[in-house]
């Protein structure tokens, strides 16, 4: 095993609880030694890290569906990496894995910690590294379980899904079409929108930014929405539940506009359309799923290497120290596909 007492592991920590949009302020930089492995433990030096609206929540005090990150500690993210030492029998020098390894350069991972790091070996042949942190990562199970276990499509349904460029809407549209449904996307921008219906094949995209949203969901959904999935929140929530069909399913999976609220988050004023058109709302998080990620791992596959499921991604370059930035890009919606941000070059 080669010696690692040269390497230094810059990290990102949260210093404080943000208040609004995350700032340079509410993180402090660290370096710390790389140490030899103990027995059971890799470690891994980090490849590109998945930035991910979800991180905003994570960062606030309270109840949630997953412990806040804990002041001084390393900011959470999941990520691919390489091998680099190894004293467990499972994985040897030079591996590609993801797992969450947390903003940082490299991420000891103990043998006890590999479950719930969610320590895997992935194949560079199936997709690239962007990739396996897209379509084959958490959003592409969160597309896939969201749409097909909580949606529950069926075919000649109208599936409309907000943030349609971004990781998870970009999924659930093309695996809506797949599936034999209408897919009708809601996206900020005429470019965005035109790479929605050309490059990824949805039906029709509303450009929230120039269209009244509520005006063209009727045009584009003249019987109405059997599946709404919801990254949004806000008025084009607000929106979508006015035009539901009878029947209809609402899948609450983020809500993008309200992260960043300073006073109360904005709930929907039209939610008597779940009542009326004998309807649900239900939310759903990706890790309740986490068994079956390889069930969706291989059908996704199956249908990327056809070339019947395609995959964007919008890489940042300048490493850990790039992150602050990189991730407000989320939240002002200047990413176009899925945001990754590349720590090293493998």
């Not at 390894?101 to 103990?110: D, M, P, S, W």
């Not at 075919?155 to 449904?181: E, F, H, P």
């Not at 929230?208 to 806000?234: E, M, R, S, W």
């Amino acid at each position: 095993m080669s010696s690692l007492a040269s390497l230094a592991n810059h990290q990102v920590r949260l210093a404080r609880r943000p208040a609004g949009l995350p700032t340079r302020d509410d993180w402090s930089f660290t370096t710390q030694d790389v140490a030899e492995p103990a027995e059971g433990a890799v470690v891994v030096r980090t490849l590109a890290l998945s930035l991910d609206p979800a991180m905003r929540g994570w960062m606030n005090e309270g109840r949630s569906y997953i412990p806040p990150v804990g002041l001084g500690e390393v900011m959470r993210a999941g990520g691919i990496g390489r091998v680099v030492a190894s004293r467990n029998a499972r994985y040897a020098p030079g591996d590609l894995v993801s797992a969450a390894i947390g903003v940082q350069e490299y991420a000891t991972i103990g043998e006890a910690d590999a479950s719930r790091v969610a320590l895997a070996k992935i194949d560079p042949r199936i997709a690239s590294v962007p990739q396996w942190l897209n379509v084959l990562g958490l959003p592409g199970m969160t597309a896939y379980f969201g749409l097909l276990e909580v949606g529950q499509p069926k075919a000649g349904d109208t599936v409309v899904v907000s943030g349609a460029a971004g990781a998870v809407g970009q999924t659930v549209g093309q695996l809506a079409r797949i599936k034999g449904c209408r897919a009708v996307g809601i996206a900020g921008g005429s470019a965005k929108c035109e790479f929605v219906v050309k490059e990824l094949g949805f039906d029709a995209c509303i450009d929230y930014k120039a269209l009244d949203v509520k005006a063209a969901l009727k045009t584009h959904c003249p019987q109405g929405i059997d599946v709404y999935f919801d990254n949004v929140g806000g008025d084009i929530l607000d929106a979508a539940l006015a035009r539901l069909a009878r029947g209809a399913r609402v899948v609450i999976c983020g809500a993008i506009s309200q992260y960043n609220n300073m006073g109360d988050v904005k709930g929907p004023k039209n939610y008597m359309s779940l009542l009326v058109n004998r309807a649900r709302m239900e939310g759903m998080v990706v890790f309740d799923y986490a068994s079956r990620y390889p069930q969706a791992i291989a059908e996704l596959a199956g249908y990327l290497q056809s070339g019947r499921l395609k995959s964007r991604e919008d890489v940042v370059a300048g490493g850990v120290a790039a992150f602050p930035e990189a991730l407000l890009k989320l939240f002002k919606g200047e990413n176009f596909g899925k945001l990754v941000l590349q720590v090293a070059e493998d």
